[in-house]
């Protein structure tokens, strides 16, 4: 059974940052992309960053370029968001995603879902 696992979120103000994980498994880890996604409250859920298991190539959504990295640690099964200069509009429950056949920041192309965690940014 495909488990993704986020954890990190939390209360910052702005200008701050975190740091976001997810933890997976029950995959074959090289044959999957790992993307974050986020939802806010009366919002359609948008990409945020995408990382490749197998080569490391990276995606980002243009409101957190510059701000937002992704990495990952294949030994541990788990990818990170590092998340800098936070924004009250980065407020969201932020959820990470498995896709094996897949690529980049579309909603339908991720098969495995977290269950998220919450990142609020106000002062």
């Known amino acids: 059974e495909v488990q993704l696992v986020e954890s990190g979120g939390g209360l910052v103000k702005p200008g701050e940052s975190l740091r976001l994980s997810c933890a997976a498994s029950g995959l074959t880890w090289n044959d999957y992309a790992i993307g974050w996604f986020r939802q806010a409250p009366g919002k359609e859920r948008e990409g945020v960053s995408c990382?490749?298991?197998?080569?490391?190539?990276?995606a980002y959504g243009d409101s957190v370029k510059g701000r937002f990295t992704i990495s990952n640690d294949n030994a541990r099964k788990t990818v990170y968001l590092e998340m800098n200069s936070l924004k009250p509009e980065d407020t969201a429950v932020y959820y990470c995603a498995a896709t094996r056949l897949g690529w980049g920041l579309e909603i339908v192309a991720y098969d495995y879902w977290g269950r998220g965690t919450q990142v609020t940014v106000s002062s």
């Open positions: 990382i490749s298991s197998p080569d490391g190539s990276t």
